[in-house]
T-cell receptor, first 114, second 111 residues
């Protein structure tokens, strides 16, 4: 079974704080993704990585950065948290880049920025 | 216009009912199609892929109409455990496996 874990289920941070969200997968997957999910909008891709130290912007990268120093770990960083970044953050991984590849999701982190 | 559109619901149905969800997508270059299921406060999980010829998995049937850019999911003999949000997902080839998610349709099955 693929397992994707995220460091926190719930986080409360203050505006302006630097926030780190960690994601780890145990299936040696090449690709990792960060999404945010908001009511009525569905999941939106923030960043993804197809290899160690590689990253690509998704649809909504502004205000975020990522780091992938090891294959199994993909971190999402909010450099200066803002209230509009309150959301559910979901990490995912997939084995390859084929269009039919299944993505496996972590349990999500609910972030509240006050 | 959203790239993937779904009726948000909720669909409230009794156990044993048949329920159908529809989804439309705007990009004619979309290549692969899926339904994911997301339980309340949980992560999305793949329910089934959708093939051009249509496919069935137990009580679930998925259909794709490329000409109309339309995908459907039919659930027969609904169970209480089917209560969840169903996400329509398409992929567009662009050098990587980019999934585009609909906002989801919520299903509530009641006794």
């Amino acid at each position: 079974d693929v397992k994707v874990t995220q460091s926190s289920r719930y986080l409360v941070k203050r505006t302006g704080e630097k926030v780190f969200l960690e994601c780890v997968q145990d299936m040696d997957h090449e690709n990792m993704f960060w999404y945010r999910q908001d009511p009525g909008l569905g999941l939106r891709l923030i960043y993804f990585s197809y290899d160690v130290k590689m990253k690509e912007k998704g649809d909504i990268p502004e205000g975020y950065s990522v780091s992938r120093e090891k294959k199994e770990r993909f971190s999402l960083i909010l450099e200066s948290a803002s209230t509009n970044q309150t959301s559910m953050y979901l990490c995912a991984s997939s084995l390859g880049t084929g269009v039919a590849e299944t993505q496996y999701f972590g349990p999500g982190t609910r972030l509240l920025v006050l | 216009r959203k790239e993937v559109e779904q009726d948000p619901g909720p669909f409230n149905v009794p156990e044993g009912a048949t329920v159908a969800f529809n989804c439309t997508y705007s990009n004619s270059a979309s290549q692969s199609f899926f339904w994911y299921r997301q339980d309340c406060r949980k992560e999305p999980k793949l329910l089934m892929s959708v093939y051009s010829s249509g496919n069935e998995d137990g009580r679930f049937t998925a259909q794709l109409n490329r000409a109309s850019q339309y995908i459907s999911l039919l659930i027969r003999d609904s169970k209480l455990s089917d209560s969840a949000t169903y996400l329509c997902v398409v992929t567009v080839s662009g050098g990587y496996n980019k999934l585009i998610f609909g906002a989801g349709t919520r299903l509530a099955v009641h006794p």
